[in-house]
């Protein structure tokens, strides 16, 4: 019997309740399914054939897997420890072999369960993944015996069986068949049409009702695979259209123009400037130029390499819109950051920095700084000063997004490594229509993914470094070598004699911090993740470094404390600086010459880069020791070795591209969220999203309300009630 939607619902926004019923309901609801949308979106994650057998080397201790294996012998036996029977059953895939084990308090359940899983006997069994005395093995799995090849016909033998992303309770074939059954209900009127028909008809696409049927009733590998390109097109296309609505929307108030003044206070400081632009800087600057004298709001991203001179680029761009009478606001991810701009700003100003007081230039301005740790009055100050106009440039972390603070000709919003906010608070500075906005990353992104991330923004690169930078040679360093550890520390000992500073970078704080972060097949391998209470000991008893004043920093120490840190370390009174990743960016010391990060096979390969750039920053090279316990020939291992190969940041980015999983890129990972983008593969999908975006961009410049596409329309504005940070994937 054919359910009918009510309640308004469409099919396909039914609940699974309705259609399936509550017990089937309810274990599908364990996997986020909760209607017949979810479901039909819960691609296969792979396909198989009757026959083919999946490597049981994919198996992985700890994870849910579904194997397809034949058994090779069954065995029951009393358990020796306690009372009941144990049902041992061994199966192989050709090159591996795999045990499975029931428990029972009798022989009889135990006999049905052998009886259907006979030597030669073809399966599926889906479980959670455990180690016995070494070998990896299924505890009371899930299994579906496939009918032999003789009793089925070819065309049903031919056709690929789904295997689903599925849980410890809800295998794979229960899945199938909620699938199945659901899809039996369905008509092509239930399912709306979300491409424009001329774009189907382009890149020659499946309709979405036979997309579906393709991507989980496959009758050959042709029809899945067809399935994924349309659904591939259909993420690129929604997502770019998003973007490029989100672009008009920006741009489609007028900005107040701020050209740049031939006698004002931008001309006077690059006047000043002790060194000549990089023909990069140059070349970015007269884009951002061109962009705030335009009635176009500038939206762009700026990237460029750990130590390319982003800051310089933006402060030009910062004094253009003073000069015309705006002001500019740098929001900045932590205080650290924010404190480092702020006196960064003005050292390089100088005078120019003292508008309106004693001493400063007749043609200077007013920068100041604001964070959440600001004492009362001096933030009264603050926002005082900000709201009467007085200050042109305001430096600030969160802070600065607060309803209390006012900045009444606000004409560009700086937002420097911008991977640290989502959407929403990137455009909180915008609290008025034809802002500018420049949002900075010293984390090189690779082409497709800022397509596919940043389509909104127009994007400026900075390839080279400045003159006078300095070498940084990489070392990887195993860590279970004693000696070359050893060496480690000599090394540090000698370049702090030597006048330099050195970084040690912890993973944790304490000993007691995150202590999942270890999985028990690890903790057999390795130590505890160091920490930086545990390390700072250790050193103050190294003989090596005896006499060195060994100081901390992390993120849970409060301004004031950070502040005296960081300036003990810089003017050498502290030579070593025991930190987390709190030091990743915006750290500028110049007399720093090592840095040893300790596990760093825990780290991403950004987040190296990010913290090696903290070293070789003056006049003498630095030295990077990076502590691994990773084997040799795992990710980890790879991740370092590119690490070691090259300081090009854009290099290291498109390596990250290739080596990281995909939900990782999207920082879906870490959140725990589904990412929104299931079937396009920014590393192997750039064709796509590239012509997707050309079409997108098309279909906004011809109506931006997009009420010519109405399916489109339907899909972007979904989308869009999602938080756009969720949607996009990002954390």
């Known amino acids: ?201 382009r890149y020659e696409l499946l309709g979405s009702y ?106 030009r761009a910062m004094l253009q819109v003073v000069d015309g009478g705006g002001q500019a606001a740098l929001l900045a991810p932590t205080e650290v950051l924010a404190e480092q701009h702020y006196r960064s700003i003005l050292s390089m100003l100088g005078d120019l920095a003292q508008g309106g007081m004693f001493g400063g230039s007749t043609i200077g301005t007013r920068v100041d700084l604001l964070t959440g740790s600001l004492g009362a009055q001096a933030k009264r100050n603050v926002l005082g000063r900000l709201a009467g106009g007085e200050t042109g440039i305001i430096v600030g972390t969160h802070a600065l997004l607060s309803d209390s603070v006012q900045i009444p000709f606000l004409s560009l919003a700086v937002v420097d490594e911008q991977h640290r906010f989502g959407v929403d608070q990137r455009d909180a500075l915008r609290t008025s229509p034809g802002v500018n906005l420049l949002v900075m990353t010293a984390t090189p992104i690779p082409r497709t993914m800022a397509m596919t991330v940043f389509g909104d923004l127009d994007v400026s690169e900075l390839t080279e470094l400045p003159g006078g930078r300095q070498e940084v040679s990489t070392t990887i360093v195993p860590a279970s070598k004693t000696t070359w550890v050893n060496r480690v520390w000599e090394r540090v000992g000698e370049e702090v004699r030597a006048g330099g500073r050195a970084f040690v970078i912890c993973p944790r704080i304490t000993p007691t911090e995150n202590p999942t972060l270890l999985e028990d097949s690890e903790a057999e391998s390795r130590p505890p993740l160091a920490s930086v209470d545990e390390i700072i000991e250790q050193l103050q008893a190294n003989s090596d470094l005896a006499g060195l004043v060994i100081g901390r920093l992390t993120g849970q120490m409060s301004s004031e404390e950070k502040t005296a840190a960081m300036a003990a370390f810089q003017s050498g009174e502290i030579p070593i600086l025991v930190a987390t990743t709190v030091v990743e960016v915006g750290v500028d010391v110049p007399d720093a010459t090592a840095m040893v990060i300790l596990d760093a096979d825990r780290f991403g390969l950004s987040q190296l880069h990010q913290l090696r750039g903290r070293i070789g920053r003056g006049r003498k090279p630095g030295i990077c020791l990076a502590l691994s316990w990773a084997p040799p020939g795992t990710l980890a291992s790879d991740r370092l070795d590119a690490f070691a190969s090259t300081r090009d940041g854009f290099v290291l980015a498109e390596k990250d591209l290739e080596l990281r999983r995909e939900g990782d890129v999207l920082g879906t990972s870490q959140s725990g969220s589904r990412s929104h983008l299931k079937f396009l593969s920014m590393r192997k999908d750039g064709k796509i999203i590239g012509s997707a975006r050309a079409d997108a961009i098309a279909y906004i410049e011809t109506d931006h309300t997009l009420k010519q596409w109405p399916g489109l329309q339907d899909a972007v504005t979904t989308a869009r009630t999602l938080t756009e940070t969720d949607y996009l994937g990002r954390n």
Do not use: C
């Not at 017990?23 to 198989?48: F, I, S």
């Not at 931008?266 to 705030?292: C, H, M, N």
């Open 210 to 315: 036979e997309a579906l049927l393709a991507l989980h009733r496959p009758k050959t590998d042709a029809d899945w695979q067809q399935a994924h390109t349309r659904m591939k097109h259909e993420e690129a296309l929604v997502l770019q259209t998003v973007l490029a609505q989100r672009a008009h929307e920006t741009t489609a108030v007028d900005s107040e123009p701020r050209p740049r003044l031939n006698d004002g206070i931008a001309a006077e400081f690059d006047s000043r400037l002790p060194f000549e632009l990089t023909e990069g800087q140059k070349k970015v600057g007269q884009e951002i130029e061109k962009d705030l004298s335009s009635r176009r709001p500038m939206n762009r991203l700026l990237q460029g390499d750990v130590g390319s001179g982003k800051t310089i680029v933006a402060l």
């Open 1 to 201: 019997m054919k359910a009918v939607a009510s309640d308004g619902l469409t099919l396909m926004e039914t609940g699974l309740y309705r259609i399936l019923g509550a017990r089937t309901a309810k274990a599908l609801d364990k996997l986020g399914l909760e209607t017949v949308r979810d479901l039909l979106e819960h691609a296969p994650r792979r396909y198989v054939h009757r026959g083919e057998l999946v490597p049981l080397s994919h198996a992985v201790e700890g994870e849910n897997v579904t194997v397809v294996a034949r058994v090779l012998d069954t065995s029951v036996r009393p358990m020796n420890a306690r009372r009941g029977f144990l049902l041992k059953v061994v199966i192989s895939d050709g090159m591996y072999d795999m045990s499975l084990t029931f428990f029972a308090s009798s022989s009889r359940p135990l006999a049905f369960h052998q009886s259907k899983l006979q030597k030669g006997t073809l399966a599926t069994f889906s479980g959670t993944v455990s180690s016995y005395r070494g070998a990896l093995q299924l505890t009371h799995p899930e299994y579906q015996v496939l009918e032999d090849e003789e009793d089925v016909d070819e065309e049903d033998i031919a056709r690929p069986l789904p295997l689903y992303p599925a849980g410890v309770k809800v295998p794979t074939w229960t899945i199938e068949k909620a699938v199945g059954a659901v899809l039996d209900q369905l008509t092509p009127q239930d399912v709306k049409e979300t491409l424009p028909e001329d774009y189907r008809k």
